[in-house]
């Protein structure tokens, strides 16, 4: 497992996973080790995958400040993992909270970013989080599901600010397929998360959204937004926001998918985002 020093001295960890190109591999939760993101549906068969493990999660070790936590603050580590692997450029894809830390990376470091893929990312950095009413519309859409009527109510409360939200009861949600692989992949989700750090990586003091919307127009790299069709958080149409604040990015939309479109599809998901990763020609069905 490799190691490498950020500029504050927290050691932090990545894990290389598969052959070719490298990836740079941002998780999201936030706050969740990487290992939840396994081979990105067989994503390793065609790029090496350099997954981080953010400061305080997976392998990595605690920093010793913890408001390093933010998600701003973060920016230099991936600054750092560039660096250390000698990389002058590379590809970015980042996946649901950790598209926050791409955003901000590609803003303060836009040379650095070949190509840019950002999965299932709400775009809180940009101010335009999806709202409660996006993700009620979208579990709406599941409700032939035969535990809908079950989760349903559960949902609503966590939308509503519930103390302590029963988080599995409306897990189903956020697949697309809510089948025995999406519930072995939900049910490592408290393991992998550093619950301390969620709420300050997303610290509203850690964006500047105007600032943001400014940089990121002149951004170079072409953009790929990655949407699933039954997600809520971003629903298709507020992930378009998110790929018109870029002049070279093109929003995919995948079918039957929710917030780990890898797990619901993985082939669609492989082809879709190797496609514009490896430059080449779309496939013909969106």
């Not at 020093?5 to 999201?28: C, F, M, S």
């Not at 396994?38 to 990595?60: C, K, N, V």
């Not at 072409?222 to 070279?248: K, M, S």
Request: hydrophobic share 45%.
């Amino acid at each position: 497992m490799p190691i490498f020093t950020a500029p504050d001295g927290t050691e932090l960890a990545y894990h290389v996973r598969g052959e070719g190109e490298p990836l740079l591999v941002l998780p999201g939760g936030p706050m969740r080790a990487s290992a939840y993101l396994g081979d990105l549906g067989g994503l390793t068969a065609h790029r090496r995958l350099i997954m981080l493990d953010l400061r305080g999660t997976g392998d990595s070790a605690p920093p010793a400040d913890p408001a390093t936590y933010r998600c701003d603050r973060q920016v230099d580590d991936v600054e750092a993992l560039r660096l250390h692997l000698g990389a002058e450029r590379i590809d970015v894809l980042a996946h649901s909270a950790g598209g926050s830390l791409a955003l901000l990376y590609a803003a303060r470091h836009p040379g650095q970013v070949a190509r840019l893929a950002l999965i299932t990312v709400n775009p809180w950095a940009l101010g335009k989080p999806a709202t409660a009413g996006e993700r009620l519309a979208a579990a709406r859409l599941r409700t032939g599901e035969p535990w809908f009527a079950t989760a349903f109510p559960a949902f609503e409360a966590w939308l509503a600010g519930a103390e302590d939200p029963d988080r599995p009861a409306f897990a189903g949600f956020f697949h697309g397929r809510w089948d025995d692989a999406a519930r072995a992949h939900e049910a490592a989700t408290d393991e992998q998360t550093n619950g301390e750090a969620e709420d300050r990586f997303l610290d509203p003091a850690a964006f500047d959204p105007p600032a943001l919307r400014d940089a990121l127009a002149d951004l170079a790299a072409p953009v790929l937004v990655l949407a699933g069709e039954l997600d809520g958080g971003p629903r298709p149409e507020r992930a378009r926001l998110l790929a018109d604040a870029f002049p070279h990015a093109e929003l995919a939309v995948q079918p039957g998918a929710g917030h780990y479109p890898w797990v619901d599809d993985p082939e669609w998901f492989v082809a879709r985002t190797r496609a514009f990763l490896d430059r080449s020609a779309l496939p013909s069905a969106e």
